[in-house]
């Protein structure tokens, strides 16, 4: 009977949300592409989701990398355990190696997010979250920056090496 019972509630299970591959890569125009790492979590609040991911920019055969974060309004569906994302915004891009459009980047960035199927896993994501606030809440190590005792004579001296 526990069988048969346990069967069932797998049979009628919600199908959990196809994992995403990362990276992803988009054109955005024929000499411009950009190669998106995958998301990290930062925080999630009210149904407002934070992340923060690296890309590569690949224009002309030159690569640049640099990272944005983005924000988006979530629906979180716990029976079906998804997560599908209403609007992604960019808020904060830096290209530190390229000499590139922040805003047209970052409109065109905007664009392409919110063309593409924004359903994942509500457990990934709580899983991702959970990986990144215990990276966060690691004690700094405690690290001896004393500069060492400097010796100064004003006579000749010699330095001995003993092996």
């Given amino acids: 009977m526990v069988s048969f019972l346990f069967i069932t509630v797998l049979a009628f299970a919600a199908p959990e949300a196809p994992a995403m591959k990362w990276p992803q890569d988009i054109s955005l125009s024929s000499k411009e592409k950009l190669t998106i790492f995958q998301p990290q ?3 999630l609040e009210h149904n407002m989701v934070t992340a923060r991911a690296a890309f590569k920019m690949t224009e002309g055969g030159k690569e640049s990398y640099g990272s944005f974060v983005m924000k988006a ?23 530190p190696t390229g000499k590139m459009d922040k805003e047209k980047l970052t409109n065109s960035l905007e664009k392409e ?33 004393e500069p060492p005792q400097i010796i100064f004579s004003k006579m000749p001296s010699l330095l001995i090496m003993i092996s």
């Fill in 73 to 95: 309004d979530t629906l979180i569906d716990k029976s079906t355990n998804t997560v599908s994302f209403k609007t992604i915004k960019v808020v904060d891009l830096q290209i």
């Fill in 113 to 145: 997010l919110n063309s593409r199927p924004r359903t994942v896993s509500y457990n990934n994501l709580l899983l991702s979250l959970e990986s990144n606030t215990e990276i966060s809440k690691q004690p700094a190590p405690q690290l001896k920056n």
């Fill in 41 to 43: 979590v930062e925080s």
